[in-house]
């Protein structure tokens, strides 16, 4: 399978906790997206980056949220201090500068916090 | 973010017959607005796009009509079937894409057999 894959796929953890997810775009795609989707609703933007830098950061991304891509492949999304508010299902997309907006989605983690 | 409108936020359609969803944007930079399925538990597969400059695209069963001057677009679902049933959602991106995609609230397409 060479889509964007996504690690986990599901993760339960307690308030306060720290969790980081993973994503894996598709091969020679340098652009990479993170969105977050509550239920009933559409994703939301978090951040971007082209190659390993971080371009866009949303207004949602709060002080507990940290994303790299330190090699310009694979990334990370980290919560820190995890609050209930943060249960919803993260999204990873990646496309190819220039192709105009093309995003390829993963299957998503799905985070609860209890 | 700029918003994107879409309605309705459920349908009922039986099959065999047309699925017509519509959005409608503010943001004049938009430039590219994709249409994705969503089934439950999974992330959003592209299904089809367009770019302002041509009023409609087709591939298959699925059609993209687009309104410039309204700000207007829609999708149509042609010979709806049950494996059909999910939910769809609009979005619109601008330019270099910097941004990410600003998507609609979807709709729930169920498909009776």
Redesign the interface.
């Given at each position: 399978d060479t889509g964007?894959s996504?690690d986990p796929r599901h993760k339960i953890t307690k308030r306060g906790q720290n969790v980081t997810f993973r994503c894996d775009p598709i091969s020679e795609h340098n652009?990479l997206?993170w969105?977050r989707q509550t239920l009933?609703?559409?994703?939301?933007?978090?951040t971007?980056f082209q190659n390993e830098a971080q371009?866009?950061k949303?207004r949602l991304l709060s002080d507990r949220f940290s994303a790299e891509r330190p090699k310009g492949s694979f990334s990370t999304l980290e919560i820190q201090r995890t609050e209930q508010g943060d249960s919803a299902m993260y999204?990873c997309?990646s496309?190819i500068?220039g192709a105009?907006?093309?995003?390829?989605?993963?299957?998503?983690t799905?985070l609860l916090v209890l | 973010?700029q918003q994107v409108k879409?309605s309705p936020q459920s349908l009922i359609v039986q099959k065999g017959g047309i699925s017509i969803i519509n959005c409608a944007y503010e943001n004049t930079a938009f430039?590219?607005f994709?249409w994705?399925q969503q089934f439950p538990?999974?992330?959003?597969?592209?299904l089809i796009?367009i770019?302002p400059d041509v009023s409609e695209k087709k591939e298959g069963r699925f059609t993209i009509s687009f309104n410039k001057s309204a700000k207007q677009f829609s999708l149509h679902i042609m010979d709806s079937q049950p494996g059909d049933s999910a939910t769809y959602?609009c979005?619109a991106?601008s330019g270099?894409?910097?941004?990410?995609?600003?998507?609609?609230?979807?709709t729930h397409l169920i498909i009776q057999p």
């Open positions: 964007v996504q652009r997206y969105y009933g609703q559409g994703p939301e933007f978090l971007y371009l866009e949303s999204l997309a496309s500068a105009g907006g093309t995003q390829y989605f993963g299957p998503g799905r | 973010q879409q430039d590219y994709p994705y538990g999974k992330g959003p597969a592209l796009a770019r959602f979005a991106i270099g894409g910097a941004d990410g995609l600003t998507f609609g609230k979807g």
